[in-house]
Nanobody, 115 residues
C-alpha cells in the first residue's frame, strides 16, 4: 500500500504563512489529480484545493487567493503554500487523489492558527 506522508504544519499567528508538503513513499503521483483536504474535530474532511495532471488548479472559496497548490516535475510531491492564515484554517491537513481516493490516508499535518 502506498503511504502518504504530509509535513510542514505547525503553530502560527494569524496572518502568517506555512508551506505543506505531501510525498508518497515508493511511487509518484503522475497520472493522478491530487488534492489537499482538511478536517476539524467532529466534521467531515473537506476539499481545500486540487490540481490536475496538467497543473490546472481549483480552490475552495474560503482559501481562494491565499492558498496555492503545486506539484513538482518529477511528480513526487504535492505542496500547499498558505499565506494570510486565519484561525478558521486550523485543522489537520491531508493530501490524496481526487475525485476518488486512491491512496491510504496518511496521518496528516496539524495546522494551528492563533488569533
Amino acid at each position: 500500500q502506498v503511504q502518504l506522508v504530509e509535513s510542514g504544519g505547525g503553530l502560527v499567528q494569524s496572518g502568517e504563512s506555512l508551506r505543506l508538503s505531501c510525498a508518497a513513499a515508493g511511487t509518484s503521483f503522475r497520472g493522478y489529480f491530487m488534492a489537499w483536504y482538511r478536517q476539524t474535530p467532529g466534521n467531515q474532511r473537506e476539499l481545500v484545493a486540487r490540481i490536475s495532471t496538467s497543473g490546472g488548479t481549483r480552490y475552495a472559496d474560503s482559501v481562494k487567493g491565499r492558498f496555492t497548490i503545486s506539484r513538482d516535475n518529477a511528480e513526487k510531491t504535492v505542496d500547499l503554500q498558505m499565506v494570510a492564515l486565519r484561525p478558521e484554517d486550523t485543522a489537520v491537513y491531508y493530501c490524496n487523489s481526487w475525485p476518488t481516493v486512491q491512496f491510504s490516508w496518511g496521518q496528516g499535518t496539524q495546522v494551528t492558527v492563533s488569533s
